[in-house]
T-cell receptor, first 117, second 111 residues
């Protein structure tokens, strides 16, 4: 079974530039998550999708971050414009979780390491 | 707000030793607790998931315990091996699959 795919694996940009990350979840997984992991910290949830609807985006800095999951499969996370403090690993995860109140194992992709100069 | 703390931040042990990693959380109203492993440049791998009604889970050389009332969990690794070297993360779920992660314990097993 193929795992969660993410691209690119690494990205270096200058502050105020824009960047986009892509995630392809495990086939059949209804729920998709984006996490931000700053060096030395644990991952922090940015946004959670159930199919193509947003379940939780309370920790997403909406003035600069946006995410979409068209057709309930692939997802993109965009930062525009980037700041120095956005340097982190961005992890995508997916789970079967067919309902919001169902807890299920999350499977993580390898992440995209973003460096903002 | 849920806060998760892991102690120690880093740990080095000789091969073959048994070890315990600690995790504490501030809000005992959790759905479950998970232990993850993270290798450099790779994503997280779920090791064990303990539902809030359970006391422990075992998988091979790993045993995780949960004391929800005191807000604590431990991950016990028996007979450690160099391949166990990684960062171990504890995460609690408060519902809707929202995971709150600790900062992790970086484990090094010395051959």
């Amino acid at each position: 079974e193929a795992g969660v795919a993410q691209s690119p694996r690494y990205k270096i940009i200058e502050k105020r530039q824009s960047v986009a990350f892509w995630c392809n979840p495990i086939s059949g997984h209804a729920t998709l998550y984006w996490y931000q992991q700053i060096l030395g910290q644990g991952p922090k949830l940015l946004i959670q999708f159930q199919n193509n609807g947003v379940v939780d985006d309370s920790q997403l800095p909406k003035d600069r971050f946006s995410a979409e999951r068209l057709k309930g499969v692939d997802s993109t996370l965009k930062i525009q414009p980037a700041k120095l403090e956005d340097s982190a690993v961005y992890l995508c995860a997916s789970s079967l979780a067919l309902a919001v109140d169902v807890t299920d194992t999350q499977y993580f992709g390898p992440g995209t390491r973003l460096t903002v100069l | 707000k849920q806060e998760v703390t892991q102690i120690p931040a880093a740990l080095s042990v000789p091969e073959g030793e048994n070890l315990v990693l600690n995790c504490s959380f501030t809000d005992s109203a959790i759905y479950n607790l998970q232990w993850f492993r993270q290798d450099p440049g790779k994503g997280l791998t779920s090791l064990l998931l303990i539902q809030s009604s359970q006391r422990e889970q075992t998988s091979g050389r790993l045993n995780a315990s949960l004391d929800k009332s005191s807000g604590r969990s431990t991950l016990y690794i028996a007979a450690s091996q160099p391949g166990d070297s990684a960062t171990y993360l504890c995460a609690v779920s408060t519902g809707a699959n929202n995971l709150f992660f600790g900062t992790g314990t970086r484990l090094t097993v010395i051959p």
